[in-house]
């Protein structure tokens, strides 16, 4: 089960948020096949985790669309890690992947951590420029994440 939103993205520009509450890989791979999506962002992946999923590339597996896939680890699991991904289709060749640090705060401790690393990658290609971040709760956090994305 995965709780999670993704943005989709379709030339010329059109935007949709969707988001996963409990859904299943292939449940998430049918509906951006349906929407055939140009640019697929998305976040909380768990990557080589206790059950060894690698879900960026599953979910990229299940859509049938031929994405590059760009993943980006922003938080150390005790196995594995958890990060964003971006599936871009292959006919817009990225030409840079950068990888932001944001603050973010552990929120299962007490009390929380702040300063916790969170992540937002950026790619270019030729035509545009795509970011995906996931935000910290915190608002102080958030303001301080802005100035740098900004």
């Known amino acids: 089960m995965i709780s999670s939103f993704a943005v989709a993205v379709r030339a010329p520009w059109t935007v949709a948020l969707i988001i996963f509450v409990g859904a299943e890989t292939v449940e998430i791979g049918k509906i951006i096949k349906a929407l055939d999506p140009d640019v697929v962002a998305l976040q909380e992946l768990d990557s080589g985790n206790i059950n060894k999923r690698f879900l ?3 979910i990229q597996k299940a859509s049938g669309i031929d994405y590059e896939v ?3 680890m922003s938080d150390l699991a005790d196995v594995g890690n958890y990060g964003l991904g971006i599936l871009i289709k292959k006919k ?4 840079q992947v950068r990888k932001y640090k944001l603050p973010g705060t ?8 702040k300063n916790k690393d969170r992540l937002m990658l950026r790619i270019m290609t030729d035509r545009f420029y795509f ?3 996931h935000l910290d709760l915190n608002d102080e956090q958030r303001i301080i994440s802005a100035g740098i994305i900004n």
């Open 92 to 95: 817009y060749p990225v030409l």
């Open 106 to 113: 552990v929120y299962g401790s007490n009390p929380p951590i």
């Open 131 to 133: 970011m995906c971040t």
């Open 70 to 72: 760009i993943y980006g």
């Open 56 to 58: 960026l590339e599953e």
